[in-house]
T-cell receptor, first 117, second 112 residues
Framework: EAGVAQSPRYKIIEKRQSVAFWCNPI?????LYWYQQILGQGPKLLIQFQNNGVVDDSQLPKDRFSAERLKGVDSTLKIQPAKLEDSAVYLC???????????????FGQGTRLTVV | AQSVTQLDSQVPVFEEAPVELRCNYSSSVSVYLFWYVQYPNQGLQLLLKYLSGSTLVESINGFEAEFNKSQTSFHLRKPSVHISDTAEYFCAVSGGAQKLVFGQGTRLTINP
């Protein structure tokens, strides 16, 4: 079974530029997550989708970050314009929802390491 | 809303010694609990999970965790650690249809 695919693996941009990350979850996984992991910290949830609807985006800086999940499959996360403090690893994950409504564990991609200079 | 507190940011131990990594959570609904491991320069991998049933859950590499509802804890233990267990360990909680929240992580360092 293929895992969660993310691209690119690495990205270096200058501040005020824009950047986009792409994620393809495991087939059949209804839930998709985007996390930001700053060096030395735990993953911080930016946005969680259930199919193509947003479950939670309370910690997404909406003035500069946006995310979409068209057709409830793959997803893109965009930052525009980027700031120095956006330097982090951006993780995408997906999980399955069982018939009882229980959500199983999240499976993570390798992440995109963003450096803003 | 859920939250997770990992009580130790770093835990150094000697090889073959026992270890406990502590995790406390808060949630207003029934919870699902997870421990993830992140080896150096690698992605997050599931170590073990509690969804329902037995409160003691085990991983294939000797770790175990016990769900304690009264103390709202899900501590991770291993009776004898190996150098290869050196990694960052993250506790996470999810409540029903609610979001999956991670703790700040505990860096486990094994000394020979």
């Amino acid at each position: 079974e293929a895992g969660v695919a993310q691209s690119p693996r690495y990205k270096i941009i200058e501040k005020r530029q824009s950047v986009a990350f792409w994620c393809n979850p495991i087939s059949g996984h209804a839930t998709l997550y985007w996390y930001q992991q700053i060096l030395g910290q735990g993953p911080k949830l930016l946005i969680q989708f259930q199919n193509n609807g947003v479950v939670d985006d309370s910690q997404l800086p909406k003035d500069r970050f946006s995310a979409e999940r068209l057709k409830g499959v793959d997803s893109t996360l965009k930052i525009q314009p980027a700031k120095l403090e956006d330097s982090a690893v951006y993780l995408c994950a997906s999980s399955l929802v069982l018939k009882q409504g229980v959500r199983t564990e999240a499976f993570f991609g390798q992440g995109t390491r963003l450096t803003v200079v | 809303a859920q939250s997770v507190t990992q009580l130790d940011s770093q835990v150094p131990v000697f090889e073959e010694a026992p270890v406990e990594l502590r995790c406390n959570y808060s949630s207003s609904v029934s919870v699902y609990l997870f421990w993830y491991v992140q080896y150096p320069n690698q992605g997050l991998q599931l170590l073990l999970k509690y969804l329902s049933g037995s409160t003691l859950v085990e991983s294939i590499n000797g770790f175990e965790a016990e769900f304690n509802k009264s103390q709202t804890s899900f501590h991770l233990r291993k009776p004898s650690v190996h150098i290869s267990d050196t990694a960052e360990y993250f506790c996470a909680v999810s409540g029903g249809a609610q979001k999956l929240v991670f703790g700040q992580g505990t860096r486990l360092t094994i000394n020979p």
